[in-house]
């Protein structure tokens, strides 16, 4: 959904539900499940606060299944015009790092909507937070089946580096 800064009413644009919103990702995988903003103007500036609820695809990473996460964010962001003219490098300061630009008084609210969900990604998935993973012996699942493998002896020629480890941690 793009939106024209200049016609956003005095009063602000309340969003509500995903209709607005048919393709909001770039993925056709990622689910956009439930969502409430509120767009206002605050001078030449655009403030974007609300909440969305997003259904995003995942390999877990300890069993390597496949399952959905579900993304709850907390929208608010600052939106300023991009400055034009500008061809020389300019520095950042700590106020620069908190807003976000529009160009051309178009305002793309489904980048605000990818970008949020991206950011409410886990670092590491876990298909739940009790996962057993791969048995490093045979490559089974633990959480499906219970694995009889022996646990191998460490290689001898590693006893070293294990030593080493060992010594490094008591400092």
Same mark, same amino acid.
């Given at each position: +959904? ?11 644009l309340?969003?509500e ?10 993925? #056709?995988?990622? *689910?956009l499940? #439930? ?8 001078? @030449? ?6 909440? /969305? !609820?997003s259904? $995003?695809?995942? *390999? %877990? !990473? ?8 579900? $993304? ?9 015009p ?7 490098? $300019?520095?950042l *300061? ?12 178009? /305002?793309? /609210? ?6 949020? *969900?991206?950011l409410?990604?886990? +670092? ?6 009790? %996962?057993r ?9 633990? @959480?499906?089946?219970?694995?009889? %493998? ?10 070293? /580096?294990?030593?080493?480890a060992v010594?490094?941690? !008591?400092?």
């Amino acid at each position: +959904m793009i939106i024209r800064v200049s016609e956003i009413p005095e009063a602000g644009l309340a969003i509500e539900g995903v209709g607005e919103f048919p393709h909001p990702f770039q993925d #056709a995988a990622w *689910t956009l499940e #439930a969502l409430s903003l509120f767009v206002e103007k605050d001078k @030449n500036d655009v403030c974007v606060r609300g909440r /969305l !609820s997003s259904s $995003v695809p995942q *390999t %877990c !990473s300890r069993c390597l299944q496949q399952f959905a996460f579900t $993304v709850s964010a907390d929208v608010d962001t600052r939106f300023c015009p991009r400055p034009v003219g500008r061809d020389e490098e $300019v520095e950042l *300061t700590a106020d620069d790092l908190e807003v976000d630009f529009y160009a051309d008084d178009l /305002l793309d /609210l489904n980048r605000v909507v990818q970008t949020e *969900t991206e950011l409410g990604l886990p +670092m590491k998935p876990l298909c739940r937070g009790d %996962c057993r993973g791969l048995c490093p012996v045979c490559g089974g699942n633990r @959480n499906i089946t219970s694995c009889t %493998c022996e646990v191998r002896v460490p290689d001898p020629r590693l006893a070293a /580096l294990k030593d080493l480890a060992v010594r490094l941690s !008591s400092r």
